[in-house]
């Protein structure tokens, strides 16, 4: 399954087209788009009006919910974290690395477009959708 991140869902949503929004729009009709709680918070705290909240809100309703903020997972990604610094890589949001070690724990693929998950791939061992 797929996490999209919310990169991918405010390109989405602002109707940006890019292949990471042509591949979100083909996973919606093809197969369950995984949601995480704190990109939930990140896309719906951007909307500005009502309308356009409760449409998207209505959206994401649909899709399977995973909780990112648990106790564990925090512990592993700070982690993560730590061994990313360690190895002389800096990420500059912690809600990032705390995605991606969700994605990594529960095997999910994560759509992206952001650089920093570029770097978590090769040292967290994170599976990224890949452009074809």
């Known amino acids: 399954m797929v996490l999209a991140d919310t990169s991918v869902w ?7 087209v890019n292949w990471q929004t042509d591949r979100l729009d083909w996973l919606l009709g093809a197969q369950p788009v995984a949601l995480g709680d704190l990109i939930l918070t990140e896309v719906l705290q951007g ?15 649909t899709l399977p919910f995973y909780e990112l903020g648990g106790y ?8 993560n974290y730590r061994t990313l610094r360690h190895r002389g890589i800096s990420v500059r949001k912690t ?21 920093d998950f570029t770097l978590m791939e090769q040292v967290l061992g994170l599976k990224v959708v890949k452009r074809t």
């Open 10 to 16: 405010i390109d989405y949503f602002n109707g940006v």
């Open 72 to 79: 564990q997972l925090c512990l592993q990604s700070a982690n």
């Open 47 to 61: 909307f500005d009006r009502e309308v356009d909240f409760q449409r998207a809100g209505s959206v994401l309703s």
């Open 95 to 115: 809600i990032d690395v705390i995605i991606a070690t969700g994605c990594v724990e529960w095997n999910l693929e994560l759509l992206h477009n952001d650089r």
